[in-house]
T-cell receptor, first 112, second 115 residues
Framework: KAGVTQTPRYLIKTRGQQVTLSCSPI?????VSWYQQTPGQGLQFLFE???????NKGNFPGRFSGRQFSNSRSEMNVSTLELGDSALYLC???????????FGPGTRLTVL | DQQVKQNSPSLSVQEGRISILNCDYT??????FLWYKKYPAEGPTFLIS?????DKNEDGRFTVFLNKSAKHLSLHIVPSQPGDSAVYFC??????????????FGGGTRVLVKP
């Protein structure tokens, strides 16, 4: 079974631009969660989508948004990029119940 | 407010010996706990999990212990191997259907296994 895939793997943007990251979950998984990892803040929850609905949201500004499609693939968007948005963005998928989340390799975003 | 804490930022252990990683949590609503292993620039790899109805779960060289009264869990790796050198994160979840599957992570413990 293929794992979680994320595209692109690396991205360089400048302040003020916007970016869209993509995540394809493991086949059969209906829940997709997004996390941000930075050296200072560690791994922080952004939001979770289940059956195309946002079920939970972390403590991030409205510039961070996401969506999920009917095939469970998910995208997250960050608008008006700031230098502090430079991070590793991780996507995780699960069946949706309280069980393991499986992570993709991440997208390394650098904002200049 | 850091709800999940890993108080040891690093751990060094000899190959073949036991590695013990600790994790404390404050939120009594957490009912599912997981350990992940992470290499730089990669996503975390799931290792082992435990539900709050259990106090121990084993999978090969990995055993997780949960002490609910102390709000403490630990991961034992026996025997430790050089390939186990990585950063280990504990994570906790308080699942209910409306809120879904949010994981709260500790800050990580860097493990170095010396040959």
């Amino acid at each position: 079974k293929a794992g979680v895939t994320q595209t692109p793997r690396y991205l360089i943007k400048t302040r003020g631009q916007q970016v869209t990251l993509s995540c394809s979950p493991i086949s059969g998984h209906r829940s997709v969660s997004w996390y941000q990892q930075t050296p200072g803040q560690g791994l922080q929850f952004l939001f979770e989508y289940f059956s195309e609905t946002q079920r939970n949201k972390g403590n991030f500004p409205g510039r961070f948004s996401g969506r999920q499609f009917s095939n469970s693939r998910s995208e997250m968007n960050v608008s008006t990029l700031e230098l502090g948005d430079s991070a590793l963005y991780l996507c995780a998928s699960s069946l949706g119940e309280p069980n393991e989340q499986f992570f993709g390799p991440g997208t390394r975003l650098t904002v200049l | 407010d850091q709800q999940v804490k890993q108080n040891s930022p690093s751990l060094s252990v000899q190959e073949g010996r036991i590695s013990i990683l600790n994790c404390d949590y404050t939120n009594s609503m957490f009912d599912y706990f997981l350990w992940y292993k992470k290499y730089p620039a990669e996503g975390p790899t799931f290792l082992i999990s435990i539900s709050s109805i259990k106090d121990k779960n084993e999978d090969g060289r990995f055993t997780v212990f949960l002490n609910k009264s102390a709000k403490h869990l630990s991961l034992h790796i026996v025997p430790s191997q050089p390939g186990d050198s990585a950063v280990y994160f504990c994570a906790a979840s308080a699942y209910y259907e409306a809120a879904g599957n949010k994981l709260t992570f500790g800050g990580g413990t860097r493990v170095l296994v010396k040959p």
